[in-house]
């Protein structure tokens, strides 16, 4: 399933990070795909601000993931940007990230393909101009799908 939402500003990304954040399972894969200064490290912090996270939110250039305990959820955000070698996330264990309940944010999946699981969503980030998006969601589960469907019935299908 893939749907395109169009003309998104910063306040609309929290929305839809704040959706998204209502009712999430306690496994869950998502990819965040786009340029450098898309917006993918930006919905994340409100992403987890959204679930109750307070303290400094940085991204995870330089140490690939920082994980936080919020609720009774773990959550993983990976930034691969400066990844150079996928095999180099076998060094960090990056399988252990996966073979527990935690949801995952990969920034930059395709540069650790092979070490990756299999996405629920994926989230496009396209830049149309300075301060607006595109946003392109790709449901590879069923639990992607149900995601897509929280985020349009938060939003309004008509928004979509």
């Not at 795909?33 to 303290?55: E, H, P």
């Amino acid at each position: 399933m893939l749907t395109s939402i169009k003309n998104i500003n910063e306040i609309q990304l929290k929305k839809i990070a704040e959706v998204m954040a209502i009712d999430l399972p306690k496994q869950l894969n998502l990819y965040l795909l786009g340029d450098l200064g898309a917006g993918k490290t930006t919905f994340v912090r409100y992403f987890l601000q959204s679930l109750g996270y307070t303290d400094l939110i940085k991204s995870p250039t330089y140490t690939i993931v920082e994980t936080y305990l919020i609720q009774d959820k773990k959550i993983n955000h990976f930034d691969l940007y400066r990844l150079i070698d996928p095999e180099e996330l076998s060094y960090i264990g990056i399988h252990d990230y996966f073979s527990s309940e935690a949801i995952n944010l990969i920034e930059w999946p395709e540069k650790g393909k092979a070490f990756l699981p299999e996405c629920d969503l994926e989230i496009k980030f396209q830049i149309e101009t300075e301060k607006v998006r595109e946003l392109i969601f790709k449901a590879n589960s069923r639990q992607g799908e149900e995601i897509l469907k929280q985020i349009k019935e938060g939003l309004g299908e008509k928004n979509i």
